[in-house]
């Protein structure tokens, strides 16, 4: 069975309760700032109505099809967008747990590239974590980012400080 991976701009219908429990998700949230906060289906769709707005936030939704359905597995944010510099950052997650380790995240990377690229016309994507988040680095350094410095004690995590780690991609 052939799945595969795609993204779409989120709208608030996509705020669903699985989106809701994923973001209230200790360890689906683990590295992100976002584990700090208590979400509920109505900041959620503040914040997805918010990225909309905005003309430099691009909110995705990842997306797992297969010859049946259609299933939202996480998100990917292309965000800080400086048009005149030609760059931006990313931020992911794939939410659905049954989905870590497949290969989805660095796929979903992928497409961000080509609509960074392509869409924006951004010449650079910059993407940070934790150093503990080995995944966050595989597939990173998969879609061809190179680190480029580390932000030394710069991360508050269970009580103690972590390095954060920068990554970049030149986009040809």
Known sequence: MKKNI??????????????????????VMKYSDQRLRKHTINNIIKYVDDRRKSKKEFLYGIYLKNYKNVEHIGNIKLCRINFKDGHGDISYFIGNKDCWGKNYCTKAISEIIKI?????????LEAGCNELNVASEKVLKKNNFKKEGILRSHL?????????????LILK
């Open 116 to 124: 960074a690229k392509n869409k924006f016309k951004l010449k650079k």
């Open 156 to 168: 508050s995590f269970n009580s103690k400080r972590y390095n954060s780690h920068l990554y970049g």
């Open 6 to 27: 795609f993204l779409k701009e989120l709208k608030r219908k996509d705020v669903t309760n699985k989106y809701v429990q994923w973001m209230n998700d200790q360890k």
